[in-house]
């Protein structure tokens, strides 16, 4: 009797990696489109991170995402697909191509893609924007904002050398600004991106007084957990459209279902309230 072929295999990497939601949302699409593979999630703890990475063509996978906290590591370690992502250091999507590991970082996509899907009529090169953070995340934001040529990038954070290294390493129009220095820089900004790690489950909130930004200013918090911010709960309040981190986690999800999978998944209303269930769950 012949053996049924094994169907493709993705996953997600992470240590832990039992948060992720990406299972969810490849294994809605493979439902969706009908197509045979699998999503799974797996525990790589840092000190086997080079060996399951040196091994990975024979794990029976076609490709994976990378989460905390391997991003930065795995960087190291394979080939980059593109120079962006050489620039920023961190990866969190892979795939074998004729047996050669290669890696994208798709965050600064998907926030971008969000940001585009919330409010199709913001156009970052027509405006000032203002960055909190200076983690990893924040680095993709920042770029993905400079190649949409925004005009200027002011970059705030709590260890003001981050951001001065953050700017340094991007150049123009990225510019590091006091945290004193807020009330300044929100009143010339067109957009508001909290993408420090402040408002999450087991944090302080972000205490950002929001009265200098102007009225038609745009609020984004990539923080997804939990979806509504004290910030945004705020800038709702005050007026100010207000797009919540949910949107980046489903559309940095698509570049590699596609990549893998062969096709272009939609992020539908359907598969955003399947998250927001879970997320409230
Ligand atoms: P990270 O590399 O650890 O960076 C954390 C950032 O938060 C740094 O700028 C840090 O400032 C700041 N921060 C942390 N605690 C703070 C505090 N008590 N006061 C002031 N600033 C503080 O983390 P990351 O990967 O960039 O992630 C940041 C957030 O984005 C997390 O909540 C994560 O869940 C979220 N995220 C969302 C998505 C999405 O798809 N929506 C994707 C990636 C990340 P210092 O430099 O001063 O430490």
């Known amino acids: 009797m012949s053996r049924a072929p094994e169907q493709p295999r993705a996953a997600v990497i ?12 490849h294994n809605y699409w493979l439902d969706l489109y009908r197509i045979p593979g ?14 399951f990475i040196a091994g990975f ?10 989460t905390v906290p391997h991003k930065e590591q795995v960087a190291r370690l394979v080939s980059i697909a593109d120079p962006e992502t ?8 892979l795939w074998l191509a004729d047996g050669t590991l290669l890696g994208t970082s798709t965050d600064g ?9 919330a409010v199709p009529d913001f156009h970052a090169c027509e405006h000032d924007v203002l960055v909190l953070g200076a983690g990893g995340a924040a680095r993709a934001i920042v770029a993905a904002l400079q190649s949409a040529s925004a005009r200027r990038i ?10 001065q290294r953050l700017a340094d390493d991007l150049g123009a129009p990225v510019v590091p600004v006091p945290w004193a220095g807020l009330p300044d820089a929100l009143a010339a900004s067109s957009l508001l991106v909290n993408a420090t790690a402040l408002g999450m489950t087991g944090k302080p909130p972000l205490a950002v007084d929001l009265s200098p930004l102007p009225s038609d200013a745009i609020v984004a918090d990539i923080v997804y957990a939990p979806l509504e ?16 981190g949910l949107g980046m986690l489903l559309h940095q999800a698509v570049p590699g279902f ?15 309230r399947l998250i927001v269930r879970d997320l409230a769950g």
Not at 109 to 117: C, E, K, N, V
Not at 154 to 163: D, P
């Open 229 to 244: 911010t004290e910030l945004l709960k705020t800038a709702r309040a005050r007026g100010h459209r207000a797009i919540d």
């Open 14 to 25: 992470g240590w832990p990696v039992a948060h992720s939601r990406s299972p969810l949302i």
């Open 86 to 93: 050489r620039r920023l250091g961190s990866v969190n999507t």
């Open 109 to 117: 996509h998907g926030f971008l893609a969000s940001l585009r899907q």
């Open 38 to 51: 699998r999503y799974d999630r797996i525990a790589v703890a840092p000190e086997d991170l080079a060996a």
């Open 154 to 163: 002011r970059l705030a954070n709590r260890t003001a050398e981050r951001a």
């Open 57 to 66: 063509a024979e794990q029976g996978l076609i490709g994976c995402n990378v």
């Open 258 to 272: 596609e990549r893998w999978f062969g096709l272009k998944p939609e992020v539908t209303p359907e598969l955003r």
